[in-house]
Protein backbone atom coordinates (compact mmCIF):
# COMPACT_ATOMS: atom_id res chain seq x y z
CA UNK A 1 0.00 0.00 0.00
CA UNK A 2 1.64 3.55 -1.03
CA UNK A 3 2.38 5.14 2.09
CA UNK A 4 1.07 8.72 0.86
CA UNK A 5 -1.90 10.43 0.75
CA UNK A 6 -2.59 14.54 0.54
CA UNK A 7 -4.79 14.24 3.37
CA UNK A 8 -3.71 12.96 6.78
CA UNK A 9 -7.10 12.98 9.66
CA UNK A 10 -5.87 12.18 12.80
CA UNK A 11 -8.90 11.08 15.29
CA UNK A 12 -11.41 8.12 14.70
CA UNK A 13 -14.25 10.61 16.45
CA UNK A 14 -16.91 11.91 14.50
CA UNK A 15 -14.85 14.92 13.99
CA UNK A 16 -12.35 12.62 12.44
CA UNK A 17 -14.91 11.17 10.29
CA UNK A 18 -16.85 13.42 8.89
CA UNK A 19 -13.42 15.16 7.76
CA UNK A 20 -12.30 12.36 5.85
CA UNK A 21 -15.48 11.86 4.30
CA UNK A 22 -15.51 15.84 3.10
CA UNK A 23 -12.08 15.21 1.66
CA UNK A 24 -12.60 11.96 -0.45
CA UNK A 25 -15.53 13.10 -1.28
CA UNK A 26 -13.91 15.99 -3.00
CA UNK A 27 -11.68 13.42 -4.69
CA UNK A 28 -7.94 13.87 -2.28
CA UNK A 29 -6.68 10.57 -0.67
CA UNK A 30 -7.23 10.34 2.62
CA UNK A 31 -5.24 8.33 5.44
CA UNK A 32 -7.32 8.11 8.60
CA UNK A 33 -5.11 7.24 11.58
CA UNK A 34 -6.94 6.41 15.20
CA UNK A 35 -4.99 5.26 18.32
CA UNK A 36 -7.27 3.15 19.59
CA UNK A 37 -7.99 -0.37 18.15
CA UNK A 38 -11.80 1.35 18.38
CA UNK A 39 -12.53 4.53 19.20
CA UNK A 40 -13.91 5.04 22.16
CA UNK A 41 -14.32 8.37 23.44
CA UNK A 42 -16.86 11.24 23.15
CA UNK A 43 -18.46 9.72 20.14
CA UNK A 44 -19.55 6.74 21.02
CA UNK A 45 -21.00 8.07 24.49
CA UNK A 46 -22.95 10.39 23.32
CA UNK A 47 -27.16 11.04 22.75
CA UNK A 48 -26.86 10.33 18.97
CA UNK A 49 -28.48 13.64 18.61
CA UNK A 50 -28.71 16.24 16.21
CA UNK A 51 -29.86 18.65 17.39
CA UNK A 52 -29.56 22.25 14.94
CA UNK A 53 -32.14 23.68 17.66
CA UNK A 54 -29.97 24.36 20.29
CA UNK A 55 -27.32 26.48 17.86
CA UNK A 56 -27.28 30.51 18.10
CA UNK A 57 -28.85 32.00 15.49
CA UNK A 58 -26.14 32.75 12.47
CA UNK A 59 -23.39 31.10 11.32
CA UNK A 60 -23.67 27.73 14.17
CA UNK A 61 -27.58 27.36 13.31
CA UNK A 62 -26.45 27.34 9.62
CA UNK A 63 -23.65 25.35 9.87
CA UNK A 64 -25.72 23.24 11.71
CA UNK A 65 -28.41 22.65 9.68
CA UNK A 66 -25.84 21.81 6.55
CA UNK A 67 -24.24 19.51 8.83
CA UNK A 68 -27.73 17.87 8.91
CA UNK A 69 -28.43 17.96 5.37
CA UNK A 70 -24.73 16.28 5.17
CA UNK A 71 -25.87 13.73 7.65
CA UNK A 72 -28.70 12.94 5.78
CA UNK A 73 -26.14 11.85 2.72
CA UNK A 74 -23.92 10.06 4.48
CA UNK A 75 -26.51 7.90 6.56
CA UNK A 76 -28.14 7.19 3.43
CA UNK A 77 -24.70 6.30 0.96
CA UNK A 78 -23.68 4.20 3.94
CA UNK A 79 -26.36 2.41 4.90
CA UNK A 80 -27.02 3.52 8.08
CA UNK A 81 -30.32 3.89 10.25
CA UNK A 82 -31.54 6.64 11.92
CA UNK A 83 -34.55 7.80 13.70
CA UNK A 84 -36.51 11.11 12.18
CA UNK A 85 -38.03 12.20 15.24
CA UNK A 86 -38.11 15.67 15.76
CA UNK A 87 -37.56 17.41 19.11
CA UNK A 88 -40.07 18.85 21.63
CA UNK A 89 -39.00 20.76 24.76
CA UNK A 90 -41.47 20.64 27.66
CA UNK A 91 -42.66 23.14 29.82
CA UNK A 92 -44.02 22.61 33.47
CA UNK A 93 -43.35 25.98 34.77
CA UNK A 94 -44.95 29.41 33.82
CA UNK A 95 -41.21 30.56 32.94
CA UNK A 96 -40.35 27.54 30.69
CA UNK A 97 -43.35 27.99 28.75
CA UNK A 98 -42.29 31.89 28.94
CA UNK A 99 -38.77 31.54 27.44
CA UNK A 100 -40.80 28.60 24.76
CA UNK A 101 -43.23 30.93 23.65
CA UNK A 102 -41.16 33.42 22.88
CA UNK A 103 -38.23 31.54 21.43
CA UNK A 104 -41.08 30.10 18.72
CA UNK A 105 -42.34 33.68 18.28
CA UNK A 106 -38.70 35.07 17.39
CA UNK A 107 -36.99 31.93 16.04
CA UNK A 108 -39.04 31.37 12.94
CA UNK A 109 -37.52 34.63 11.61
CA UNK A 110 -34.10 33.96 12.40
CA UNK A 111 -34.49 30.39 9.94
CA UNK A 112 -35.81 27.55 12.60
CA UNK A 113 -38.50 25.86 11.95
CA UNK A 114 -40.67 25.47 15.21
CA UNK A 115 -43.85 26.29 16.60
CA UNK A 116 -45.29 26.40 20.51
CA UNK A 117 -47.65 23.56 21.29
CA UNK A 118 -50.87 24.02 23.90
CA UNK A 119 -50.69 20.00 25.75
CA UNK A 120 -53.12 19.01 24.04
CA UNK A 121 -50.57 19.50 20.80
CA UNK A 122 -47.70 18.31 23.13
CA UNK A 123 -49.70 15.06 23.70
CA UNK A 124 -50.62 14.48 20.18
CA UNK A 125 -46.88 14.25 19.20
CA UNK A 126 -45.75 11.76 22.17
CA UNK A 127 -47.23 9.52 24.23
CA UNK A 128 -43.95 9.41 26.54
CA UNK A 129 -44.75 13.14 28.31
CA UNK A 130 -46.40 13.45 31.59
CA UNK A 131 -49.60 14.73 31.05
CA UNK A 132 -49.80 15.94 34.73
CA UNK A 133 -48.99 19.98 34.88
CA UNK A 134 -47.61 19.87 31.15
CA UNK A 135 -48.06 23.78 30.01
CA UNK A 136 -46.86 22.89 26.51
CA UNK A 137 -44.06 22.39 24.59
CA UNK A 138 -41.93 23.76 21.43
CA UNK A 139 -42.00 21.45 18.77
CA UNK A 140 -39.24 21.53 15.90
CA UNK A 141 -38.86 18.40 13.44
CA UNK A 142 -35.95 19.28 12.17
CA UNK A 143 -33.74 17.23 14.83
CA UNK A 144 -33.41 13.65 14.52
CA UNK A 145 -31.03 10.36 16.50
CA UNK A 146 -28.72 7.66 14.99
CA UNK A 147 -26.99 5.78 17.55
CA UNK A 148 -23.64 6.55 18.56
CA UNK A 149 -22.04 3.34 18.83
CA UNK A 150 -23.20 1.93 15.44
CA UNK A 151 -22.43 4.71 13.47
CA UNK A 152 -18.94 5.50 14.59
CA UNK A 153 -18.29 1.84 14.25
CA UNK A 154 -19.71 1.39 10.95
CA UNK A 155 -18.81 5.02 9.31
CA UNK A 156 -15.03 3.68 8.99
CA UNK A 157 -16.06 0.72 6.84
CA UNK A 158 -18.27 3.11 4.05
CA UNK A 159 -15.02 5.48 4.45
CA UNK A 160 -12.76 2.45 3.21
CA UNK A 161 -15.76 1.96 0.12
CA UNK A 162 -14.65 6.12 -0.80
CA UNK A 163 -10.81 4.81 -0.99
CA UNK A 164 -9.97 6.28 2.71
CA UNK A 165 -7.21 4.35 3.52
CA UNK A 166 -7.59 3.50 7.49
CA UNK A 167 -4.96 2.78 9.82
CA UNK A 168 -6.51 1.68 13.53
CA UNK A 169 -4.26 0.70 16.73
CA UNK A 170 -2.34 3.70 14.99
CA UNK A 171 -1.09 6.70 17.66
CA UNK A 172 0.42 9.51 15.74
CA UNK A 173 3.10 10.62 17.96
CA UNK A 174 4.73 13.69 15.34
CA UNK A 175 4.54 15.45 12.75
CA UNK A 176 6.60 17.32 10.46
CA UNK A 177 5.11 17.76 7.29
CA UNK A 178 5.10 15.64 5.07
CA UNK A 179 5.74 13.07 7.87
CA UNK A 180 3.10 11.63 10.11
CA UNK A 181 4.85 9.56 12.48
CA UNK A 182 2.88 6.62 13.31
CA UNK A 183 4.69 4.40 15.91
CA UNK A 184 4.04 1.75 13.78
CA UNK A 185 6.28 3.64 10.65
CA UNK A 186 5.30 6.90 9.11
CA UNK A 187 2.97 8.38 6.26
CA UNK A 188 3.72 11.22 3.76
CA UNK A 189 0.91 13.93 3.69
CA UNK A 190 0.49 17.06 2.26
CA UNK A 191 -2.06 18.12 5.05
CA UNK A 192 -2.66 17.29 8.79
CA UNK A 193 -6.38 17.52 10.25
CA UNK A 194 -6.02 16.88 13.50
CA UNK A 195 -9.66 15.78 15.69
CA UNK A 196 -7.85 14.92 18.35
CA UNK A 197 -11.10 15.31 20.79
CA UNK A 198 -9.42 16.15 24.05
CA UNK A 199 -6.04 14.45 24.00
CA UNK A 200 -4.13 17.56 24.53
CA UNK A 201 -0.77 16.32 25.52
CA UNK A 202 0.50 14.30 22.76
CA UNK A 203 0.64 16.58 20.03
CA UNK A 204 1.59 20.42 20.05
CA UNK A 205 0.78 19.98 23.78
CA UNK A 206 2.56 23.97 23.81
CA UNK A 207 -0.30 24.90 21.77
CA UNK A 208 -2.73 23.32 23.77
CA UNK A 209 -1.51 24.52 27.24
CA UNK A 210 -2.43 28.06 26.06
CA UNK A 211 -5.52 27.30 24.10
CA UNK A 212 -7.81 27.68 26.80
CA UNK A 213 -9.23 24.56 26.09
CA UNK A 214 -10.28 21.85 28.44
CA UNK A 215 -12.35 19.34 29.09
CA UNK A 216 -15.97 18.61 30.32
CA UNK A 217 -17.58 15.30 32.18
CA UNK A 218 -20.88 14.54 31.43
CA UNK A 219 -23.10 11.12 33.02
CA UNK A 220 -25.08 8.97 31.11
CA UNK A 221 -27.84 6.41 31.42
CA UNK A 222 -29.55 3.62 29.26
CA UNK A 223 -32.32 1.57 30.11
CA UNK A 224 -32.66 -2.00 28.06
CA UNK A 225 -34.85 -1.74 24.84
CA UNK A 226 -38.48 -1.04 26.30
CA UNK A 227 -40.69 -3.82 25.49
CA UNK A 228 -43.48 -4.23 22.95
CA UNK A 229 -41.63 -1.91 20.54
CA UNK A 230 -42.70 0.82 22.55
CA UNK A 231 -41.74 4.37 20.63
CA UNK A 232 -40.66 7.41 22.51
CA UNK A 233 -41.06 9.44 19.42
CA UNK A 234 -39.69 12.93 19.42
CA UNK A 235 -36.48 13.16 21.37
CA UNK A 236 -37.31 15.27 24.76
CA UNK A 237 -36.09 17.89 26.72
CA UNK A 238 -37.55 19.66 29.45
CA UNK A 239 -37.14 23.31 31.35
CA UNK A 240 -33.76 22.61 32.53
CA UNK A 241 -32.10 22.98 29.04
CA UNK A 242 -32.73 25.98 28.35
CA UNK A 243 -30.19 27.17 30.43
CA UNK A 244 -27.57 25.47 28.25
CA UNK A 245 -28.69 25.75 24.70
CA UNK A 246 -27.46 29.19 23.61
CA UNK A 247 -30.12 29.49 20.85
CA UNK A 248 -32.17 30.05 23.76
CA UNK A 249 -30.48 33.19 25.17
CA UNK A 250 -31.97 35.32 22.74
CA UNK A 251 -34.75 35.02 24.91
CA UNK A 252 -35.20 37.93 27.09
CA UNK A 253 -37.31 35.85 29.39
CA UNK A 254 -34.13 33.40 30.32
CA UNK A 255 -33.02 34.85 32.96
CA UNK A 256 -36.26 34.47 35.47
CA UNK A 257 -36.16 30.62 34.60
CA UNK A 258 -32.07 30.45 35.71
CA UNK A 259 -33.04 32.64 38.48
CA UNK A 260 -35.78 29.65 39.91
CA UNK A 261 -33.95 27.25 38.83
CA UNK A 262 -31.10 28.40 41.24
CA UNK A 263 -32.92 28.82 43.92
CA UNK A 264 -34.84 25.77 43.53
CA UNK A 265 -32.69 23.57 42.75
CA UNK A 266 -29.02 23.92 44.29
CA UNK A 267 -28.05 20.49 43.49
CA UNK A 268 -29.23 20.57 39.66
CA UNK A 269 -26.66 23.64 39.46
CA UNK A 270 -24.17 22.27 41.36
CA UNK A 271 -23.65 19.11 38.58
CA UNK A 272 -25.21 21.67 35.80
CA UNK A 273 -27.83 18.88 35.33
CA UNK A 274 -30.13 18.66 32.34
CA UNK A 275 -32.21 15.93 31.04
CA UNK A 276 -32.52 14.87 27.59
CA UNK A 277 -34.11 11.67 26.40
CA UNK A 278 -33.40 9.76 23.06
CA UNK A 279 -33.77 6.35 21.82
CA UNK A 280 -31.56 4.28 19.75
CA UNK A 281 -33.32 1.88 16.98
CA UNK A 282 -33.44 -0.77 19.42
CA UNK A 283 -35.77 0.89 21.58
CA UNK A 284 -33.30 1.43 24.48
CA UNK A 285 -33.51 5.18 25.92
CA UNK A 286 -30.51 7.16 26.46
CA UNK A 287 -30.69 9.56 29.26
CA UNK A 288 -28.06 12.34 30.30
CA UNK A 289 -26.65 14.61 32.11
CA UNK A 290 -24.50 16.36 34.35
CA UNK A 291 -21.43 19.01 33.07
CA UNK A 292 -18.26 19.09 35.08
CA UNK A 293 -15.36 21.12 33.55
CA UNK A 294 -11.80 21.02 34.08
CA UNK A 295 -8.42 19.66 32.77
CA UNK A 296 -8.74 17.01 35.44
CA UNK A 297 -12.03 15.62 35.66
CA UNK A 298 -13.13 12.92 38.07
CA UNK A 299 -12.59 9.64 36.89
CA UNK A 300 -15.05 8.34 39.44
CA UNK A 301 -18.96 8.63 39.01
CA UNK A 302 -20.99 10.02 41.63
CA UNK A 303 -24.59 7.77 41.80
CA UNK A 304 -26.31 11.06 43.45
CA UNK A 305 -26.01 12.64 40.16
CA UNK A 306 -27.71 8.98 38.37
CA UNK A 307 -30.55 9.66 40.66
CA UNK A 308 -31.08 13.90 40.50
CA UNK A 309 -31.07 12.87 36.58
CA UNK A 310 -33.75 9.91 36.85
CA UNK A 311 -35.75 12.69 39.54
CA UNK A 312 -35.96 15.03 37.07
CA UNK A 313 -37.02 12.55 34.40
CA UNK A 314 -39.67 11.52 35.95
CA UNK A 315 -41.14 14.67 36.14
CA UNK A 316 -41.73 14.52 32.67
CA UNK A 317 -41.19 11.42 31.30
CA UNK A 318 -43.69 8.61 31.12
CA UNK A 319 -41.41 5.14 30.22
CA UNK A 320 -42.90 1.54 30.68
CA UNK A 321 -39.69 0.63 31.87
CA UNK A 322 -37.16 3.16 34.12
CA UNK A 323 -34.87 0.30 34.76
CA UNK A 324 -31.16 1.54 33.92
CA UNK A 325 -29.37 -1.00 31.99
CA UNK A 326 -25.81 1.00 31.58
CA UNK A 327 -24.11 3.92 32.97
CA UNK A 328 -21.09 5.43 31.85
CA UNK A 329 -19.72 8.69 31.43
CA UNK A 330 -18.57 10.71 28.31
CA UNK A 331 -15.50 13.45 28.59
CA UNK A 332 -15.32 16.35 25.18
CA UNK A 333 -13.00 18.84 24.77
CA UNK A 334 -14.43 22.21 25.09
CA UNK A 335 -13.63 26.30 25.40
CA UNK A 336 -15.35 28.68 27.38
CA UNK A 337 -15.62 31.36 25.06
CA UNK A 338 -15.60 29.87 21.16
CA UNK A 339 -18.12 27.05 19.79
CA UNK A 340 -14.81 24.94 18.79
CA UNK A 341 -11.50 25.70 18.56
CA UNK A 342 -9.19 25.40 15.65
CA UNK A 343 -5.77 26.71 15.50
CA UNK A 344 -2.35 26.09 12.74
CA UNK A 345 0.35 25.11 14.50
CA UNK A 346 2.81 25.05 11.60
CA UNK A 347 1.78 24.79 8.09
CA UNK A 348 -0.02 22.38 6.66
CA UNK A 349 -1.43 21.48 10.11
CA UNK A 350 -5.15 22.45 11.05
CA UNK A 351 -6.15 21.71 14.62
CA UNK A 352 -10.32 21.50 15.03
CA UNK A 353 -11.70 20.36 18.27
CA UNK A 354 -14.13 21.25 21.14
CA UNK A 355 -17.58 21.75 19.62
CA UNK A 356 -18.26 20.48 23.21
CA UNK A 357 -21.79 19.54 23.29
CA UNK A 358 -22.85 19.89 20.06
CA UNK A 359 -19.81 17.93 18.09
CA UNK A 360 -22.71 15.46 16.78
CA UNK A 361 -24.60 17.73 15.21
CA UNK A 362 -21.67 20.26 13.95
CA UNK A 363 -19.44 17.50 12.86
CA UNK A 364 -20.29 17.14 8.90
CA UNK A 365 -20.85 20.99 8.67
CA UNK A 366 -17.36 21.47 10.34
CA UNK A 367 -15.44 19.38 7.52
CA UNK A 368 -17.01 21.31 5.23
CA UNK A 369 -16.03 24.71 6.94
CA UNK A 370 -12.42 23.53 7.48
CA UNK A 371 -12.18 21.93 3.86
CA UNK A 372 -13.03 25.13 2.77
CA UNK A 373 -10.69 27.17 4.51
CA UNK A 374 -7.64 24.64 3.44
CA UNK A 375 -8.90 25.54 -0.13
CA UNK A 376 -9.00 21.85 -0.43
C1 LIG B 1 -21.98 12.13 27.11
C2 LIG B 1 -21.99 13.03 25.90
C3 LIG B 1 -23.19 13.28 25.23
C4 LIG B 1 -23.19 14.07 24.09
N1 LIG B 1 -24.33 14.16 23.34
C5 LIG B 1 -24.29 14.79 22.13
C6 LIG B 1 -25.42 14.76 21.26
O1 LIG B 1 -26.40 14.08 21.49
N2 LIG B 1 -25.35 15.53 20.14
C7 LIG B 1 -24.25 16.26 19.81
O2 LIG B 1 -24.28 16.97 18.81
N3 LIG B 1 -23.12 16.19 20.56
C8 LIG B 1 -23.11 15.48 21.70
N4 LIG B 1 -21.99 15.41 22.48
C9 LIG B 1 -20.76 16.02 21.98
C10 LIG B 1 -20.06 15.11 20.98
O3 LIG B 1 -20.14 13.76 21.40
C11 LIG B 1 -18.58 15.53 20.87
O4 LIG B 1 -18.51 16.92 20.60
C12 LIG B 1 -17.93 14.80 19.71
O5 LIG B 1 -18.11 13.41 19.85
C13 LIG B 1 -16.44 15.13 19.64
O6 LIG B 1 -15.91 14.35 18.59
P1 LIG B 1 -14.36 14.32 18.34
O7 LIG B 1 -14.15 13.51 17.11
O8 LIG B 1 -13.81 15.70 18.39
O9 LIG B 1 -13.74 13.60 19.65
P2 LIG B 1 -13.65 12.07 20.07
O10 LIG B 1 -14.89 11.33 19.79
O11 LIG B 1 -13.15 12.05 21.46
O12 LIG B 1 -12.55 11.48 19.11
C14 LIG B 1 -11.20 11.88 19.15
C15 LIG B 1 -10.39 10.68 18.68
O13 LIG B 1 -9.04 11.09 18.43
C16 LIG B 1 -8.20 10.01 18.77
N5 LIG B 1 -6.84 10.53 18.98
C17 LIG B 1 -6.45 11.49 19.85
N6 LIG B 1 -5.12 11.71 19.73
C18 LIG B 1 -4.67 10.87 18.76
C19 LIG B 1 -3.39 10.62 18.19
N7 LIG B 1 -2.31 11.30 18.58
N8 LIG B 1 -3.28 9.70 17.22
C20 LIG B 1 -4.39 9.00 16.80
N9 LIG B 1 -5.62 9.19 17.31
C21 LIG B 1 -5.75 10.12 18.27
C22 LIG B 1 -8.83 9.46 20.05
O14 LIG B 1 -8.41 8.13 20.30
C23 LIG B 1 -10.31 9.59 19.74
O15 LIG B 1 -10.87 8.39 19.22
C24 LIG B 1 -21.97 14.66 23.65
C25 LIG B 1 -20.80 14.45 24.34
C26 LIG B 1 -20.78 13.62 25.46
C27 LIG B 1 -19.48 13.36 26.16
Same mark, same amino acid.
Given at each position: MPRRAKVAVIGGGILGLAHAYVAARRGHSVVLCERGRATTGASIRNFGMIWPIGQPSGEMHRMALRSREIWLEVLRAARLPHLPTGSLHVAYHDDEADVLREFAGIAPRVGYECEWLDPSGVIERSG?????GLKGGLWSATEFTVDPRLVVARLPEYLAELGVALHFG *??? #????LPWIELGVGSYEADVAILC? %????? #???PDLFRVSGLTRCKLQMMRTAPQSGGWQLGPSLAAGLTLRFYKAFQMCTTLSKLKERVAREKPEYEKYLIHVLVSQTADGAITLGDSHQYGV???IFDRPEIDELILREAETFLQLPDFHIAERWHGVCSTHAEKPFFEAEPAAGVHIVT?? %? %? *?GMTLSFGLAERTMAGLGL
Open positions: AVQPK *SAV #THIDI %GDDFE #TLFCVDAP %G %G *S
